[in-house]
């Protein structure tokens, strides 16, 4: 099965701080995304990218930076860290937009 | 504009019993569509995906599929405590390059 790998896996940050989240895969996919998930809710999509050194702005954009140096890896990047930032952010990849996603563990983000 | 509405919001079913789950989308383009399915603590995982209009099985889980009404429903006979999860469904179209998710209904499968 596909393997998508997320670090950290949990992280305190400080309001105005620099956060970057980390998201690496295995399955030779062009495409990668990352979500935003609040307690209970549904998946909202920040950025996506289908090739490397390109990322697309999602759905809730603002405030989120996306690199994708590589095919393998994607980061996500909070310039300054603020409280609605709080929630867990999963990594998924595919081999095109209307794959199969396969998705990593996520990452339950703090800010305090 | 949501592309996706999910019901019931949560759902509670005796171990054993029949679980079932709809899905309709707001957008006729909308031609694939998945059900993703996430335990506690988990990242999604993909349960099935439908393409085309009927029934699809896959041992105790069936979709249906209506293109016509823009409906898909999940169908989990015989549920398990196991089945407790938030069940996804996902709509994608040709021309697009993303898949679009609905806010999710929350199964509860009672021992």
């Known amino acids: 099965e596909a393997a998508v790998t997320q670090s950290p896996r949990s992280k305190v940050a400080v309001t105005g701080g620099k956060v970057t989240l980390s998201c690496h895969q295995t399955n030779n996919h062009d495409y990668m995304y990352w979500y935003r998930q609040d307690t209970g809710h549904g998946l909202r999509l920040i950025h996506y990218s289908y090739v490397a050194d390109s990322t697309e702005k999602g759905d809730i954009p603002d405030g989120y930076k996306a690199s994708r140096p590589s095919q393998e890896n994607f980061s996500l990047i909070l310039e300054l860290a603020s409280l609605s930032q709080t929630a867990v952010y999963f990594c998924?990849?595919?081999?095109?937009?209307?794959?199969?996603?396969?998705f990593g563990p996520g990452t339950r983000l703090l800010v305090l | 504009q949501q592309k996706v509405q999910q019901s019931p919001e949560s759902l509670s079913v005796p171990e054993g019993g029949m679980a079932s789950l709809n899905c309709t989308s707001s957008?006729?383009?909308?031609?694939y569509f998945w059900w993703y399915r996430q335990h506690s603590g988990e990242g999604p995982k993909a349960l099935m995906?439908?393409?085309?209009?009927g029934d699809k099985k896959e041992g105790r889980f069936t979709a249906h599929l209506n293109k016509a009404s823009l409906h898909v429903s999940l169908h989990i006979r015989d549920s398990q405590p196991s089945d407790s999860a938030l069940y996804f469904c996902a709509v994608s179209e040709n021309s697009n390059n993303r898949i679009f998710f609905g806010d999710g209904t929350q199964l509860v499968v009672k021992p």
């Open positions: 957008d006729r383009n909308f031609q």
């Open positions: 995906s439908i393409f085309s209009d």
């Open positions: 998924a990849s595919s081999g095109t937009g209307k794959d199969t996603q396969y």
